[in-house]
Structure formats: structure tokens, C-alpha cells
């Protein structure tokens, strides 16, 4: 990438761009030493039984080849450069896709299971790959690494937005089929998700549907205040930090109101 970063603020944006990174990563770690933990040397009694969880735990090499999968793309990352060069040209985008990525593997863990955040991140990797060329095709010269974040994290939305709707087409084609009570077997769909294995694919489009806009809207402050403060305009820098804490100050607020409140 020919294109650097803005000068302002950008140590600083690598480092966080670093931290995020380890983060990212850091969890996918854990997600993956937690399964094997749980799995294979836990009570079976405390065993997950989700769809993905059941595959790789009964199927021992599908565990090895996601861990193959993740080990083989970082190590790529790392030993091509790639990681160092957009950690000093783009660390904003690099900032946005780890953050996301971080997110995923967090959400996965917490409403599914450990082998969901395995599988959604190295789906998120190679997605994100694609994604981060075509989002820095454009040559920009202006705050280029937190436009192109907010590239990325639209043209994400898209294309799960896309794979949804195409997806919820599907699954209307299939309930249609099986109204009919399959009175012309020669038209039926051999495209289905098995039993349970539909989970993951919504719980990742509703957290990148959901999660990118809360991440864009609180990045995109925070690159406009790091610029600020990289310019010398510390008043304007803090007045707008000070608003986004009254703000989220008022929200939180008026949420305990309502749950404490009781309409007759």
C-alpha cells in the first residue's frame, strides 16, 4: 500500500492498532484452548451442544484443521509483512477490522460456544482480506486510514446484508416446498443447512448488522478527537469527549428509570 496514513495521531493509532491485534487474537486463542479444555478433557456433563461444538468434539480432525486454518493465515500475515505494513500505513483500518473481529469471537463465545468463535473468526479473516483490498483501491489524501474504516465497515454490512436476504429467500423457497407437501419432488432445494447449524450464520449477521454502527459511530469519534488533539485544538477535542460521556451518562440514566419504573 502506497498510501499512508494521516500524519496526526498516527503513533498512536499504530500502537492501539497493535493492542488490537494481540487482542483479536488473543481471544481466538483462548476461544480455541477453552474448547479443547472443556471438550476433551472436561465432564462430559458440561459438554456444549451446539452444532459446531458437537462436530469438532466428536470429529477431532475438523478441530485440528480449523486450528491449521487460523495458525496458517496469522503466520502468513506475520511472516509476508502484511501485519507491519498496514499496522504503519492503515492503522485506523487496522484498528476497525480487529475491533470487529474481537467482537465476533466475544459474542460467538458468549451466546454460542467456544468452536463458533473458532469458525467465525477464520471466516472473518478471509472475509476481511478481501474486503480491506477493495475498500483501499481508491487513492485518498485525506484522513485515508479512518475513511477507509468507514468503507470497510459499510462494505461489510453489505455483503452480510446481501448473504441474509438471499438467505431468508432461501429459506421462504423451503417452507413453500414443504407446504406443498412435496408433490414435485424435482423442484426441491439441495441446498439446506442441517439441524441447529442456522445459529451461527444469524448471530454473526446480527452482530455485524448490529455491532458495525456502534463501532463506526465511537471509531470515527475517536479518530476526529485524536486529530483534534494531533492539531492542538484540545478544547475542541475535549468538549466533544465530554458530550459523548453526558450523552451515554443520560442513556444509562434513563434506562434504569424505565427498569425500575412500572406502567399501571
Known sequence: MAVLSNEGGHGFWMLVARICWLSAYGVTAFSALWFAFINFLGDEANHPLDFLSNK????????????????????ADIFSGEVEELQSTLPELMVSVNLEGFMLVGTMMLNESAAAGMVVMLL???ISKGLVLIVSIPTLDFLPGAIYANMYFFLYMFFVFVL?????????????QEAGNNQNPAKKSKVKLPEGASTVPRLWAR????????LMILSDILFLAVYLMSRGEYGKALTICYSIVATLLLFGCCSQFRAGTTVE
Not at 452482530?207 to 456502534?214: D, E, Q, R
Open 56 to 75: 469438532l468434539r466428536t470429529r477431532p480432525y475438523w478441530y485440528l484443521l480449523v486450528l491449521f486454518g487460523l495458525g496458517g493465515l496469522v503466520s
Open 207 to 214: 452482530t455485524i448488522l448490529y455491532g458495525n454502527p456502534v
Open 124 to 126: 472473518h479473516i478471509i
Open 164 to 176: 441474509k436476504t438471499g438467505a431468508e429467500r432461501h429459506g421462504h423457497l423451503l417452507d413453500k
